[in-house]
């Protein structure tokens, strides 16, 4: 009983506090009732019943991978799966150190199973590090600063210790407690000094944000209904730059352009004063990309390609390869391209401070994919304007706060942002967390080896009651 107890409240936390709209603090409890009930039962018994509890909260996506996203259903099952995988393997391994007494191995070094399955699927799969439960605390500004050290892999090692930590306080209090004060003011300590940055106040710009309402892979602009949208643009457009804005950005494949068509848009929506960003479909003689056009002042034209495409929706695009930084700042990417730390770390080296991005979304993940760009921000200490067609408008400043947000659908924002961000430790490192999360693992796994006891050869694992 006490099992499918752990089991429901496991399930039905990782159901409300993981997916589209969680809830941030239930994702820290979710592991705690199996990891409590594990160290009671067989291992078998541990491993189904943390595989049936990420079933459940699997509940609440399905339908957006299978309908939404239109993924084959063998991706969503080996999507599941690798869920499965991580849950279980998690609780097993802490489970494994707390029975031999090993509390300290069990709260630092357990986590990093998790930790490594994220990074390696963010590495191996197309969609980046789209799967990861760091962004479950995208809104909890003092826990997502984390980024801007080890990027979005040590909010999940932490949103894993924790629990970890918490269900070993009853067998081994002292470990349990000096680990999670250790976890939590260390994280603390960095979370106040990363909240104490704030941009130069005199680096501050006007930007506008417009989305209305049009089809997913763009209209042609000659014909009448392209050409009644590219109008209601410009004067939406001209109207943003009348009260100010001196950056306008538009959403991702707003319209579908050619050699031939592609000056009437920019003469529609070139400005004399204002930048304009808009994203297209651009169809050649042997390809389609999915670029956002810069128009500047001077009557130049930028254009850039997006890098990484949604596989299976995009698969007639041809993606591109180079960044577009316009003005020494202000770096340029559309939708997914911000799934992908790497590209963002780039544009960060290369000295941008402010991304433009137009994007699409699918209505339904609006809130997981604006919170998502935040999270990059603050990972490489970048101001984000993004500007979703189907899902939100946001400007978020370098520390992960949200200046402005909109919900699209003739929607709009015209406010100032900073201009100015700053170099992180993560910005500059890379992806080191995943490194040691390798060292970390080696070790637990050593934990849980069975050690040989006198000639017979027996092995017995120790709970925590027989720790001298």
């Not at 707390?98 to 399955?117: D, Y």
């Amino acid at each position: 009983m006490t099992t499918i107890l752990a089991t429901l409240l496991s399930g039905l936390f990782w159901l409300a506090g993981t997916g589209l709209h969680p809830v941030a603090a239930l994702t820290w409890l979710a592991p705690l009732p199996l990891i409590l009930a594990s160290t009671r039962v067989r291992p078998r018994t541990a491993l189904c019943a943390t595989a049936l509890a990420w079933l459940i909260g699997q509940g609440g996506v399905l339908g957006y991978y299978l309908g939404t996203l239109r993924l084959p259903v063998p991706v969503v099952a080996g999507v599941v799966l690798l869920g499965v995988g991580l849950a279980t393997g998690t609780v097993l391994l802490a489970r494994g150190l707390l029975l031999r007494g090993r509390t300290v191995l069990a709260v630092l070094a357990a986590p990093s199973l998790w930790v490594l399955g994220e990074y390696v699927a963010s590495r191996l799969l197309p969609h980046g590090a789209w799967w990861s439960l760091a962004y479950t605390q995208a809104d909890v500004r003092p826990v997502i600063q984390l980024t801007a050290l080890t990027g979005v892999w040590g909010v999940t090692y932490l949103l894993l210790a924790v629990p970890i930590a918490l269900a070993a306080l009853r067998p081994s209090p002292r470990p349990a407690l000096t680990c999670l004060l250790v976890l939590l003011l260390g994280a603390s300590g960095w979370s106040a000094w990363s909240l104490s940055r704030s941009p130069e106040p005199a680096a501050r710009l006007t930007v506008g944000l417009v989305a209305l309402r049009q089809p997913e892979d763009g209209l042609p602009i000659d014909r009448p209904p392209g050409h009644d949208l590219l109008a209601r643009y410009a004067a939406r457009v001209e109207g943003l730059v009348a009260r100010g804005a001196r950056i306008v950005v538009l959403p991702e494949k707003v319209f579908a352009v050619t050699d031939t068509t592609m000056p009437v848009l920019v003469a529609a929506l070139q400005q004399t004063e204002a930048q304009v960003v808009v994203g297209a479909v651009r169809h050649r003689a042997d390809r389609a990309s999915n670029v956002a056009l810069v128009l500047e002042p001077g009557g130049t034209v930028a254009t850039y390609e997006k890098q990484h495409l949604i596989p299976g929706l995009e698969d007639w695009l041809t993606p591109g390869e180079d960044e577009v930084l316009v003005d020494g700042r202000f770096g340029v990417a559309i939708c997914k391209d911000l799934d992908h730390p790497g590209l963002v770390r780039r544009y960060r080296a290369q000295g941008a401070s402010v991304l433009l991005v137009p994007a699409l979304d699918f209505t339904s993940d609006g809130w997981l994919h604006g919170r998502m760009a935040l999270v990059r921000g603050v990972e490489n200490g970048l101001v984000v304007v993004r500007a979703a067609a189907f899902g939100r408008l946001t400007v978020t400043d370098p520390g992960g706060r949200m200046v402005g947000e909109a919900t699209a659908g003739d929607a709009e924002l015209l406010l100032t942002t900073p201009t100015s961000g700053w170099g992180t430790v993560y910005s500059r490192t890379g992806d080191w967390f995943p490194l040691l999360s390798v060292a970390l693992l080696v070790l637990a796994v050593g934990g849980v080896v069975p050690v040989t006891s006198g000639s017979s050869g027996r092995t017995r694992p120790r709970r925590p009651a027989d720790r001298a």
